[in-house]
């Protein structure tokens, strides 16, 4: 009785459209942006991307980029760390630097009553930054306790193994933090460079929501991000895929083996992205119901989560997945994930499946637009990824247009079940590396 | 003389504040059930929440982690759904749900598209009385619990040490066990636990429901007392009277050794009063103490003192306060020393920060910056109503009422140093303290 109830509603719930009015905003000086204004609240998030990411490091200097973004806040004009953190408390504006593998990215937000003076402190952080020696020292030590964190956290390890074998010298086959030799050995002028190389204009992504207009917003992203430099580093070569299939196992004590496991992906803008997003939804994505989880945790009891998911970087794609089992039992759940992959490979998903996805990630779309900080997140992110403006409104009719035959297509084309590798870091039962 | 410093900014917003209120309303229907509807129409989205008065901390002596098996079982059948078709219809209807467990209380949620939530209603109503499941669920759900308890708790030395530390800082209250439970309990944890459990605490009179986002209190009305209306109360449901702690007399000290640690630490935590409802002033105190002691990472005494100077000893150095709990709550310090600092010495260096604050009180300066960040605090919330909503079903499990919620910020910028003193004075007493040390296999004691 209640499954007629839902099939009624399923059949006659239309999603909701993602309702969102997106500007496109090109300031006085030249810089683009998305806007999506909103006056309900007294405040703006703005959210800027600056391609490139730690992946900028010069040989000799990993950790460079990551360390010069730790430090844009620690210290800027005539303010050292102290009196910058006051005066931005002060206004109650908050504003974070995160570097990754492709960008830095750079979360801000303020107070409409106070905006000029918020911006002008973000200013000084990204266009100023001092560098001072012991800011320096401060930092350095933080990044080098998190590092020695890492080398014991077994996620980590699997991590980094698998990105090590998978792309070898290039910068994605290392951690953007850098290693405690590198880090120990960056010097100021290593920042500076840094600083100059990664944030520039000409890699520059913007996105704002709340209480402002497109004037203002153009007004602001000038003085904000007009006295930055034209041109940065080139971006870095394209990341050849070097690891076959197998198993690597990584001894390390402790009582439940954590996996890494992938293999190569697939672009953004290839045509067969729906279809190998709607067939990663189905596979591994990490919701209850998905095949993996389904399999390995709810029939078996043998992981409390796993999941799978593509990554189309700028200079790699890679469809990859995680999850952590115990040591007497990984080697049950490594073959069934084996097994699921070449299942879905040989025979594509069913209709049943197919429909309940595509009512998922139609209907759940919309409902990421809730609120000022996650719309300006998702208008930078959809930038970065060279969408256009109106994708919000056409993106669900390409996930409506995936048919099971394009799946089916897809599933033979992108998972390979031969070239999957499994990175395991424990103490796991019958399961030794192979290659 | 206070407010002089940032006059401009403090007094704009205490102004705004009023015209802000967020529109929320609350109701209680004839069997028990709380209602609280929370308005936000920017977004066609709904957030639905059930709440019960029943945490780890309620669970029968020797059965710890009940409460949070049980949460993982909810996602089994009833006597209308199979077992996952739950889930299965949430994500059916574009919805996303879930579910948490802590020591006062387990929630489930649903986030969805706001039309749909007549039928989130209909769903958690049936699950709140008809639960099913068979004994291979139990079975293969408490290996998945186990999976959770290694990757959560035995993977990694940090959370064993805040476990043991946990316990150590009760004498006799559960808010000392581990709200997942001890694994040689866990692997003992039955069908027959679960329902017994469930039974006692799964009821309208020990729930409260929340709703926040695009919809209308008088329509939430009509379909809580469509399908909540007719649940039939729980008539054994007990009083919620836990095991209370004695007087602590005696300071409790303990060092955790593991090869995994990379990174050793010393951590404090004194028992601490906590928010009560009609009377939150001291809560309100301790929060800003700890704001003044350790809550920014740049400005605040511990990071200035210990991280910045000639000789910096610390790579992190944190304050925190947690008033949020039906009994008890508890303020903490942690100091990460920079290697070459001994963990005595900087133990020694976070007391002397603490030491000195009691003597010389909070500067001007920060204390009113701090007020100002907080007052922004309330209004950078309301972008977040799913925030919202946990908020007010936090509160009303622990205590509080939905006027204390709203009270809340008003009762924060109330505040004046002298308050802050008097709460430092009280929280500060070692033999209500557990200090653990996290160390290395080879750490020295320089003891």
Redesign the interface.
């Known amino acids: 009785m209640m499954l007629r109830l839902t099939f009624a509603l399923i059949l006659f719930a239309l999603p909701v459209r993602a309702d969102v009015q997106i500007q496109d905003v090109t300031s006085p000086g030249g810089i683009h942006a998305w806007l999506v204004e909103s006056h309900d609240l007294p405040f703006t998030a703005l959210e800027i991307r600056f391609r490139g990411g730690t992946s900028l490091d010069p040989e000799g200097a990993r950790g460079a980029v990551n360390l010069m973004a730790g430090l844009l806040e620690e210290g800027a004009g005539d303010l050292d760390a102290q009196g910058f953190a006051r005066a931005r408390d002060g206004l109650a504006a908050s504003f974070s630097f995160r570097p990754s593998t492709d960008a830095v990215a750079v979360s801000a937000r303020f107070l409409t009553e106070n905006r000029d003076e918020a911006v002008d402190l973000l200013r000084l952080a990204l266009v100023e930054p001092r560098f001072d020696a012991d800011a320096i020292e401060r930092v350095r030590g933080q990044v080098l306790s998190g590092l020695a964190s890492d080398a014991k956290d077994p996620t980590r390890i699997a991590g980094r193994t698998f990105d090590e074998k998978a792309f070898g010298a290039h910068p994605y086959g290392s951690d953007g933090s850098g290693t405690p030799d590198s880090v120990r050995a960056l010097m100021r002028d290593d920042l500076v460079a840094a600083h100059r190389a990664a944030l520039a204009r000409d890699r520059i992504y913007v996105a704002a929501a709340g209480d402002i207009t497109a004037e203002d917003l153009g007004t602001l992203l000038d003085r904000l991000l007009g006295d930055l430099p034209a041109e940065g580093a080139p971006m870095p070569s394209r990341a050849e895929w070097r690891i076959g299939g197998g198993v690597t196992v990584v001894e390390f004590p402790t009582p439940q083996a954590s996996v890494r496991f992938g293999h190569e992906g697939i672009k953004r803008d290839d045509p067969d992205f729906f279809p190998a997003y709607v067939l990663n939804e189905i596979l591994g994505g990490g919701r209850f119901g998905s095949r993996l989880m389904t399999e390995v945790r709810e029939k078996r009891g043998l992981t409390y989560g796993i999941g799978s998911y593509l990554a189309p970087m700028d200079h790699a794609e890679l469809m990859m997945g995680h999850f952590a089992s115990s040591n007497a039992t990984v080697g049950q759940a490594v073959e069934i994930v084996r097994e699921e992959w070449r299942r879905a490979a040989a025979e594509g998903v069913t209709a049943e499946e197919l429909e309940a996805t595509k009512t998922y990630l139609t209907g759940s779309y919309p409902l990421r637009f809730d609120g000022n900080g996650p719309i300006a997140s998702i208008l930078v992110g959809m930038q970065m990824e060279d969408l256009p403006i109106d994708y919000p409104v056409t993106r669900n009719a390409k996930v409506e247009a995936v048919t099971l035959e394009d799946v089916k297509r897809v599933a033979a084309r992108l998972l390979k079940p031969e070239a999957l590798h499994f990175v395991v870091v424990g103490e796991p039962e019958g399961l030794a590396s192979d290659g | 003389m206070l407010r002089r410093l ?1 006059l401009p ?1 403090a007094t ?2 205490m102004l ?1 504040l009023p015209a ?1 209120a967020e529109t929320v309303s609350d109701f209680r229907l004839p069997n028990g059930l709380e209602v609280v509807v929370i308005e936000d129409h ?4 709904v957030t639905h929440m059930v709440w019960y008065r029943v945490g780890a901390a309620d669970e029968p002596p020797g059965h710890s982690g009940i409460a949070h098996f049980l949460e993982h079982l909810m ?1 089994k059948g009833t006597d ?2 199979a077992a ?2 739950f ?3 949430v ?6 749900d879930n579910a948490f467990t802590s020591w006062d209380y387990t929630a489930y949620f649903q ?3 706001a ?2 939530l007549d ?1 989130m209603m ?2 958690e109503a ?1 699950r709140m009385r008809d639960l099913e499941m068979t004994e291979e669920d139990v ?10 308890r ?3 708790i ?3 030395p940090g959370s064993i040490f805040s476990e043991q530390s946990r316990a150590a800082a009760y004498l006799n209250h559960p808010y000392g066990i581990p709200i997942i439970g001890w694994r040689h309990e866990i692997e003992q944890l039955d069908r027959e636990d679960a329902f017994s459990f469930y039974r006692t605490y799964y009821a309208p009179n020990n729930a409260i429901l929340v709703v926040a986002g695009d919809v209308d209190p008088a329509e939430v009305r009509r379909m809580a007392e469509a399908h909540y209306g007719p649940l039939q109360p729980s008539a054994n449901l007990p009083e919620r009277l836990r095991p209370q702690e004695p007087p602590q007399l005696s300071e409790r000290r303990l060092t955790f050794t593991d ?5 050793p630490y010393v951590s404090r935590s004194y028992l601490a009063p906590a928010r009560q409802s009609g009377a939150q002033e001291k809560a309100a105190a301790l929060t800003i103490l700890a704001e003044l002691l350790g809550g ?1 990472p ?2 605040s005494l511990l990071a ?1 003192e210990l ?2 100077g000639e000789r ?1 000893r610390a ?2 150095a944190q304050a925190w306060y947690n008033g949020g709990a039906l009994d008890s709550g508890s303020f903490g310090l942690a100091v ?1 020393p ?2 070459g600092v001994p963990l005595d010495e900087a133990e020694e260096a976070m007391d002397a920060v603490v030491a000195r604050f009691l003597e010389e009180g909070p500067d001007p ?1 920060d204390f009113e ?2 007020k ?2 907080l ?3 309330d ?2 919330s ?4 799913d925030g919202l909503a946990r908020r007010y079903g936090a509160a009303l499990t622990t205590g509080l009422t939905v006027e204390d919620v709203k009270a809340w910020p008003d009762v924060l910028q109330a505040v004046t140093p002298e308050d802050v003193m008097a709460a430092a004075r009280e929280v500060f007493d070692r033999r209500r303290a557990v200090t653990g040390w996290l160390m290395q296999a080879d750490e020295e004691t320089s003891q």
Not at chain 2, 139 to 148: A, G, P
Not at chain 2, 259 to 263: C, G, L, S, T
Not at chain 2, 382 to 385: E, I, L, S, T
Request: proline content about 5%.
């Open positions: 940032a900014a704009w917003l705004s802000l920017r977004a066609p989205v996602f209308e759904l996952g078709e889930s299965a219809t994500e059916a209807q574009g919805g996303d986030r969805v598209a039309d749909r039928l209909k769903m049936d079975r293969t759900e408490r290996q998945v619990v186990l999976e959770e290694s990757q959560r035995d993977s990694d090869p995994r640690v990379a990174q920014s740049t400005t200035r991280q910045f910096p790579v992190w990460v920079v290697p300066e910056r701090i100002i960040q007052g922004a605090q209004i950078y309301r972008d977040n109503v």
